[in-house]
């Protein structure tokens, strides 16, 4: 998180501008609104209506009436160099910041934090997008930057799907590509990691990379997730034990061999391959033990020889030749043609 040094004091700047609003209501209107009182409470319009017995509608035009006398005030004019200064703040993170980091670079209380929203509210070279579908809220000051920002963000979503992960330079080397369509140059890497975080739909794993928010290799929620990252970045089978092991080295969580083995035989995303090995089901191993696996080859394939199973098989399973020829002993399930070949009965 960036931190932003500013010379002026939000609560305080917040508690001179609400001073001019004459209307006793109105005030109070505003400090509830904005959470500009001791609790550091953000009341709802809803709240706020049924203290005064009025609707939502009518506290949203008080306060509305109450931001825009401000506006017109003597005391904002001669603030003029506050605002000023936060447009620096601005510009300092790109001319759009999400408010989640605009708010705590500078603040340092919550009442601070209050104030400072307030003041993007009453500044007239604010503007803000609040939270929605494919984006978290966010400010910026000047509305066909932004527009150019968030459509690059859509371009670049739309480019990728639930198996797609990008390391940190692919995804942002891909952003400033749609960038470039709405003519904005930024090379600054922070920068452009800010703007991606933006994004409701684009998201950064533990381990770097970025993908879409849906994908099993961005959302990571508990062990099986972070299971699945270290086989994935592992690239190959893995024991359970070792699976353990590199969830702790990777991510730091402590990951216990037998809760890890369990959380494994539970999710249908791994494969048991062999004696204690797993596997990832999309790299295309099929699931069921060593007799399941025999059966759907012959289902798929018709008679095979002894050597054409044992081959087949062993691309699916970690296991010896001969408990796979153990396997074809089952007369039940399988009997040997006169040529040698094996097919189901």
């Known amino acids: 998180m960036t931190t932003m040094k500013v010379t002026f004091k939000p609560k305080h700047i917040a508690s001179q501008l609400v001073s001019v609003v004459e209307n ?158 709405a003519e904005i140059a930024q090379d600054n890497a922070e920068t452009l990691l800010r703007w991606l975080s933006l994004s409701k739909k684009i998201a950064r794993n533990p381990l770097g990379e970025w993908g879409l928010t849906t994908s099993p290799s961005v959302r990571v929620k508990g062990m099986r997730d972070f299971a699945y990252l270290t086989l994935k970045r592992h690239g190959s089978p893995m024991h359970f034990s070792e699976v353990a092991q590199q969830i702790e080295e990777l991510f730091g969580r402590k990951a216990h061999v037998a809760t890890t083995h369990n959380e494994l035989i539970k999710d249908p995303r791994f494969v048991l391959v062999g004696r204690g090995l797993y596997a990832l089901a999309e790299w295309g191993y099929s699931k069921g033990v060593v007799k399941d696996v025999i059966r759907e080859l012959l289902k798929e394939l018709g008679p095979l020889t002894k050597k054409e199973i044992i081959d087949r098989v062993k691309r699916e399973r970690y296991v010896k030749d001969n408990t796979i020829a153990v396997n074809l002993q089952d007369s039940d399930t399988f009997t040997r043609l006169e040529d040698g070949r094996f097919e189901l009965v």
């Open 24 to 181: 006793e209501r109105a005030r109070d209107v505003l400090t509830r609104r904005y959470g500009l009182i001791d609790s550091n409470t953000i009341e709802t319009l809803e709240s706020v209506g049924q203290s005064y017995s009025i609707t939502r509608e009518r506290v949203r035009q008080i306060e509305n009436h109450a931001i825009k006398s401000i506006q017109k005030s003597e005391r904002y004019k001669d603030l003029k160099p506050v605002f000023d200064e936060l447009r620096g703040v601005f510009e300092q993170f790109g001319g759009v910041t999400s408010q989640h980091e605009l708010i705590k670079s500078i603040a340092k209380t919550k009442a601070d934090e209050n104030a400072l929203l307030f003041l993007c509210t009453v500044g007239e070279q604010f503007y803000r997008v609040k939270e929605g579908g494919d984006f978290v809220s966010h400010w910026y000051i000047d509305e066909a930057y932004a527009k150019g920002i968030r459509d690059a963000l859509t371009g670049v979503f739309g480019s990728l799907d639930d198996s797609i992960v990008l390391p940190e330079e692919e995804i942002v080397a891909r952003y400033k590509e749609e960038l470039a369509k």
